[in-house]
């Protein structure tokens, strides 16, 4: 009741939850309660949670921020969500998001800009910018986004949260809408570290209906320690000294490695030298995946069909023209260009490669060393509307969130300090693949 009550005070403004399930929220929470009242309650009984509207929920809207899916509703429940549920949470709504979760921003939403609860006049980062805003106003505890190249970590950067996305195939992705197939990421939003380790050991592991996902089994994730060992940890100078960081970024990675130096542990200073890369080759590999990916909306079996069409062609073309926003429009584009006959060595191919190079060389460093440190993002959050028509700006927003995810490696956002107008910047952690317990144990070290 207290965080239906916080959404009814903010969510007007804020614009976090397309959907509030008030009384199936309260229905479910009798449930839990007569559970616990007997002893029998989930692990996340009590546990309120909101869900990106990425996932699928059996009988509830699916809409991934388009006019496209209009009306449509799910005919199953996403792996990460039904284990949620099978613990015994609490869901209470779906979170807007970017359209089909392309954007850093939060503003390529059919269902309108999300507002950062900090300043209204601020954007809350995106894709997962309703996930990240239902956690900073205490909407929700906990809410699943989802990261294909910085989707969780960058806005919670932007709101002074928690946002983790682990390993590739960590987590299943039956039921997470396609973006970017071998990118994208179930990830974990909260206010502690703690709250994500718990969540992540509840929805990580082998699953039937996702053959990507892994089967290593799941550590006691809650139960990771504080780190209190020797550590070291590698940080880029070309990044730390990139000319798009904000000053209030770089001053806030430096208390970091003020904090690390003076405990005595060791910063191994290198240049990255595929940073000029990671941005073209995420944007050439992630547009080729979602044209394929999104070629299934055609007006024909999901959501929204045109109603001027004229035959079979014209309905496929109308009901995509008119039920794609702009930027997804313009990435289905770019990824049929790379992919096309005459182009697709020169880009797609050349981009795979590179992506090998990029995962090759971030590998390499664990072989010595525990962590990687850097900026989240090059600033904090920025003004609704200010990147307006520039998609190269806005791109350059993921500049330092695409490396984890090219190389598949975990990686978490945590809170570090603000800028001198109050708005939150985060510090960012990558870990080694499937090594989370000792990321999560790092982090609550740092923080
Ligand atoms: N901002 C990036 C993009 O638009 C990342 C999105 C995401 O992680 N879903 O592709």
């Given at each position: 009741k207290g965080y239906l009550a916080n959404i009814e005070k903010k969510n007007k403004t804020?614009?976090?939850?397309?959907?509030?399930y008030e009384q199936e929220a309260l229905a479910q929470a009798a449930i839990v309660q007569e559970k616990i009242n007997k002893g029998n309650a989930g692990r996340l009984a009590g546990m309120v949670v909101t869900i990106k509207d990425v996932y699928c929920h059996e009988g509830h809207f699916l809409h991934c921020g388009s006019k496209i899916l209009e009306g449509f509703k799910s005919q199953f429940t996403a792996t990460p969500i039904q284990r949620l549920l099978d613990e015994d949470a609490i869901i209470i709504g779906r979170n807007n998001c970017d359209e089909f979760a392309m954007g850093s921003s939060n503003e390529n939403s059919y269902f309108g800009p999300v507002k950062n609860a900090a300043n209204e006049n601020k954007v809350p980062g995106g894709s997962s910018g309703g996930s990240a805003v239902a956690v900073q106003s205490d909407m929700c505890l906990v809410s699943i986004g989802s990261d294909t190249g910085g989707s969780v970590r960058q806005p919670a950067s932007f709101c002074g949260i928690i946002g983790f996305k682990p390993s590739y195939g960590r987590i299943s992705r039956h039921g997470l809408t396609a973006y970017a197939s071998s990118f994208d990421c179930v990830g974990i939003l909260s206010q502690s570290v703690e709250d994500s380790a718990l969540v992540l050991e509840i929805i990580a592991g082998a699953d039937e209906y996702d053959h990507t996902v892994s089967h290593l089994s799941v550590p006691a994730y809650s139960k990771a320690p504080t780190w209190s060992g020797t550590f070291s940890v590698v940080s880029f100078d070309n990044i730390n000294t990139h000319k798009a960081l904000n000053p209030a970024v770089q001053s806030s990675v430096n208390k970091v490695f003020d904090k690390i130096e003076s405990s005595g542990n060791k910063i191994q200073k290198l240049n990255f030298d595929y940073l000029n890369y990671v941005l073209p080759t995420y944007y050439i590999l992630t547009t080729a995946e979602a044209s394929a990916n999104l070629s299934r909306f055609d007006g024909v079996r999901y959501g929204y069909r045109s109603s001027s069409a004229k035959d079979l062609e014209s309905m496929y073309k109308k009901s995509r023209s008119e039920g794609f926003g702009e930027e997804v429009i313009k990435r289905i584009l770019l990824g049929a260009y790379v992919l096309s006959e005459g182009f697709y060595d020169a880009y797609y191919t050349k981009a795979q490669k590179v992506r090998r190079l990029i995962r090759d060389e971030m590998k390499k460093l664990f072989e010595t060393n525990d962590f990687i440190i850097m900026p989240t993002a090059p600033t904090p959050a920025f003004d609704l509307n200010s990147h307006d028509r520039d998609p190269l700006q806005m791109y350059l927003e993921d500049i330092f969130t695409v490396q984890a995810s090219l190389a598949g490696l975990p990686s978490i956002s945590i809170p570090n300090g603000t800028d001198e107008h109050g708005m939150p910047i985060g510090i960012q952690i990558i870990g080694n693949s499937f090594e989370e317990e000792k990321l999560l144990s790092f982090s609550k070290y740092l923080q």
């Open positions: 804020l614009n976090a939850l397309t959907e509030v």
